[in-house]
């Protein structure tokens, strides 16, 4: 199966992702053909796949410690998780998604790229009974209800890493009283990937 010209990586992409690139090419592969037609993305993203999604998670990488557990709740077709563990074979990366579709998707991706740091659970973050020193997730819900189904997965001196855009500050504000309850001091908005893209991906970093 060949890449189309539309999902041609952009100059750069390569040092991004180190020994994981034929792993990163492959998955973008993957997503334009077997995500569009069992609707994990859609066939308007094919074209910005690469600036948008899988450059937009992989710039957080280096936030990542070696050989962390990380969780990322709500996973749908693999953002950002299947990127971290490709981009970062030393991590292990469990996927959380209660749709059996996506979890079927999932797990013939995981097979089809060979990933063997990667494990996928089928279940919604507030069923989920586990701890991990990172959890993340991506455009699943508003900070206040992500925190609400995240931070009992946040095991000590672990860390939050929501991934958002434009509206982490006023989210982080209208988070503020939920955060306080659940004791969450540490809270600081972060942007990744200043040189190397053309949009920053914004991190709200929450720490125990």
């Known amino acids: 199966m060949s890449v189309s010209r539309e999902t ?3 100059a750069g992409a390569e040092k991004l992702f180190g020994a994981g690139w034929t792993q990163a090419q492959r998955y973008a592969d993957l ?10 993305i859609g066939p308007r993203e094919v074209p910005r796949l690469w600036d948008r999604h899988l450059l937009n998670c992989v710039a957080v990488v280096p936030r990542l410690p070696r050989e962390c557990t990380v969780a990322d709740v709500g996973t749908g077709a ?3 998780g299947l990127v971290w563990a490709i981009a970062r074979p030393d991590v292990r990366m469990t996927l959380v998604e ?3 579709r996506r979890v ?3 797990e013939e991706v995981v097979g089809d790229l ?3 740091n990667v494990e996928i659970v089928r279940a919604r973050a507030e069923e989920h009974r586990a701890s991990y020193d990172v ?3 991506r455009a699943v819900a508003s900070l206040d209800k992500l925190t609400t189904w995240c931070w009992p997965l946040v095991g000590p001196g672990g860390v939050l890493l929501a991934m958002k855009g434009r509206s982490a500050p006023e989210e982080v504000e209208k988070a503020r009283p939920l955060l306080k309850r659940l004791g969450v001091t540490d809270v600081r908005i972060e942007s990744y990937g200043e040189d190397d893209l ?5 991190v709200v970093e929450l720490a125990r």
């Open 198 to 202: 053309s949009v920053p991906t914004t």
């Open 98 to 100: 209660p749709l059996l």
């Open 78 to 80: 693999g953002l950002p």
């Open 104 to 106: 079927s998707f999932l």
């Open 135 to 137: 959890v993340t997730a």
């Open 31 to 40: 997503l334009s053909t077997w995500g569009v037609e069992r609707g994990m």
């Open 8 to 10: 041609e990586p952009p």
């Open 114 to 116: 060979d990933l063997t």
